[in-house]
């Protein structure tokens, strides 16, 4: 491959290029981006309250990552921080090449304070908005950025060209140095504290304290059509965004094109990207952008609503600005409503090649859990279980484990179905939380076709999970309020046009069925996106099995991949 057109982007412009399309990439051939990325921690201030936090080239957010559909992504990772780190890079799928995904104690060891390691890989038949984060402890809060991948050259977006595009990553701001809010849940076996604000870019909005100068503005002239490339960040909540006097059309998710909707609000869960156009076709004024939670069950959590600015070129910065109406948080009719709206584009270009028939089927319940823990405060430790089983961290990456067959790492025997059926959304079960402990993943043949139900359950409450599917995308076949029944339910899949996408949500007391094909070889992480959750045990992963061609089996292990 070599050096064919390479580009050295500079650390400083990183934040600069791509906000005028096409401007930035002229290479006509497959080229070679490569990012250096030093772990770093920096003091920050927020809400009034400095404190140091981990981040990227002391960038929060951390720095874009540009490329093309087709190039090569080279990213040095060097850390020089006091926690372990690894990087993933959400929704790549990383064809036979698992060394690159990401997860801590999945798919490498950590990278060690003062460590280095390089992330090789290929962007090859996806384009749009992902994302890149740390996969370890709670350290995605403020290690995250973009991950911003423009068609191939020649090849137009599928709807009118945008005048020019921004990135808006919604996150959440604790005062509290985060890896101790999440030490001490840890220690008492209940839920952490929650945020102290939710952010745009970074930034609460005026709306906080000492935060007129932490509010993102995005100028804007009349006339003009704008690409929001917006992403969430947020540990734990899912988010209504909305923007003052301004409909926004829904145009891809998760770096797959929809067909256009038009909405006055989007829902976007942790992991998820989202994709609009908004025209600023109205009185030239100042508007708010804002963000809040959707949270359909009495579980506390940060309410707050983070706000930016849209500001029209040449209104002044005095004007107050409109407040959008955002759904309530309770509002799980507008959830529903707009998430049934979401369809894959399926073009002859851009298709949608839904599974039709199915190989394997599973079906996984997703419920809370209490566990034994005499030094916990109430003596028990709140966990979570797919089918029964917390799932226990190992010591050494689960995919070194497979391609090098050690044994003693992890099991195969993940069930298929749980171990005891119940009425799964009935009346809250409030006794025996108790799960089974283990390593388990589950075995895929190579290129079978899978359809995997995630169910909700009642125990202790129902609650909305949104899952992330590492090394693929899948299709959300169909989804539902109660239990999955699967005498009718199959009869109302869509089986055209479904959603392709890599995280979707599992709505409160109910189930969402995916399907995809399982052509990638390697161990890849399947689990809840609220960090909550993924640290209380709601994962599992496959083992996808190699395929009989050359071209079908793992990539051998980069030579730098961190030792445990
Ligand atoms: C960061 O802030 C902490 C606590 O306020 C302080 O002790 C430290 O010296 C600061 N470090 C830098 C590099 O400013
Ligand atoms: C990665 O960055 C570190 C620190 O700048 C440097 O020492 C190392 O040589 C780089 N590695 C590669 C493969 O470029
Ligand atoms: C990326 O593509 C190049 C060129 O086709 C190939 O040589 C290289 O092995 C690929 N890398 C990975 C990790 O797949
Ligand atoms: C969590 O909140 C409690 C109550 O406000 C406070 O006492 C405690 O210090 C907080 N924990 C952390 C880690 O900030
Ligand atoms: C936004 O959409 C709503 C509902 O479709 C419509 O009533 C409203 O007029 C639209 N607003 C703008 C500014 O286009
Ligand atoms: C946010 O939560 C607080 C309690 O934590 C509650 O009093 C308030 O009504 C909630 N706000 C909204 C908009 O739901
Ligand atoms: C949802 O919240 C609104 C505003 O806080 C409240 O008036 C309403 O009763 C709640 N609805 C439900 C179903 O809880
Ligand atoms: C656990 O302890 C907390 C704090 O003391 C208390 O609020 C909560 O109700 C207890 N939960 C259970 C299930 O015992
Ligand atoms: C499950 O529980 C719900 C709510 O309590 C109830 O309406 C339903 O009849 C139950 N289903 C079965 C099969 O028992
Ligand atoms: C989960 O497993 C535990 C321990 O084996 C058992 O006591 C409990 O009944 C199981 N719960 C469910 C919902 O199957
Ligand atoms: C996977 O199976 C599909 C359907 O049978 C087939 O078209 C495709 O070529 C297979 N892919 C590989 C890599 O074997
Ligand atoms: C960092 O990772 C290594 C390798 O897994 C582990 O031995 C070590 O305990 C970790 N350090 C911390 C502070 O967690
Ligand atoms: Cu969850």
Known sequence: ??????????????????????????????????????????????????????????????????????????????????????????????YRNGWADGPAYITQCPIQTGNGYTYDFNITGQRGTLWWHAHILWLRATVHGAIVIMPQQGTPFPFPQPYREFNILLGEWWNADVEQVEKQGNIMGLPPNMSDAHTINGKPGPLFPCSEKHTFVMEVESGKTYL?????????????????????????????????????????APGQTTNVLVQADQAPNRYFMAARPFIDVAIAVDNKTATAILQYKGVPN??????????????????????????????????????QKVDRNLFYTVGLAMNACPTCVNGTRLQASLNNITFVMPQVGLLQAHYFNTSGVFTTDFPDKPPRPFNYTGA??????????????????????????????NLLTVESHPFHL??????????????????KDPANYNLVDPMERNTVGVPTGGWTAIRFRADNPG??????????????????????????????????????????
């Open 428 to 457: 809250p079960l409030t006794a025996n939380l108790r799960t089974n402990h283990g390593t388990r993943v589950s075995k895929l043949a190579f290129n079978s076709t899978v359809e995997l139900v995630l169910q909700d359950t």
């Open 1 to 94: 491959m070599g050096g064919r057109g390479r580009i050295n982007f500079s650390r400083v412009t990183l934040a600069l290029v791509g906000l005028f399309l096409g401007s930035f990439i002229s290479a006509s051939e497959a080229a070679v981006r490569k990012y250096q990325f030093d772990i770093k921690v920096k003091n920050v201030s927020r809400l009034c309250h400095a404190k140091p936090i981990v981040t990227v080239n002391g960038m929060y957010p951390g720095p874009t990552i540009y490329a093309r559909e087709g190039d090569r992504v080279i990213v040095n990772v060097t850390n020089y921080a006091q926690y372990n780190m690894s990087i993933h890079w959400h929704g790549l799928k990383q």
């Open 228 to 268: 929001l490339r917006i992403v969430n960040a947020a540990l734990n909540d899912e988010l209504f965004f909305a923007i003052a006097g301004h409909n926004m059309t829904v145009v891809e998710v998760d770096a797959v094109y929809t067909k256009p909707f038009t909405t006055q609000s989007i829902l976007i």
């Open 470 to 487: 590492h090394g693929y995308n899948f299709f959300v076949m169909g989804t539902g309020i109660g239990n999955f029944d699967p005498a």
């Open 318 to 355: 005095t004007v107050i600005p409109l407040l959008p109406n955002l759904p309530n948080p309770n509002d799980t009719q507008t959830a529903l409503d707009y998430n049934k709206q979401l369809r894959s584009l399926n073009s002859p270009q851009f298709p949608a090649n839904v599974p």
């Open 523 to 564: 161990v890849w992480f399947m689990h809840c996106h609220l960090e909550l959750h993924t640290g209380w045990g709601l994962k599992t992963a496959f083992v996808v099995e190699d395929g009989p061609g050359p071209d079908h089996s793992i990539l051998p292990p980069p030579a730098d991949l961190p030792p445990c």
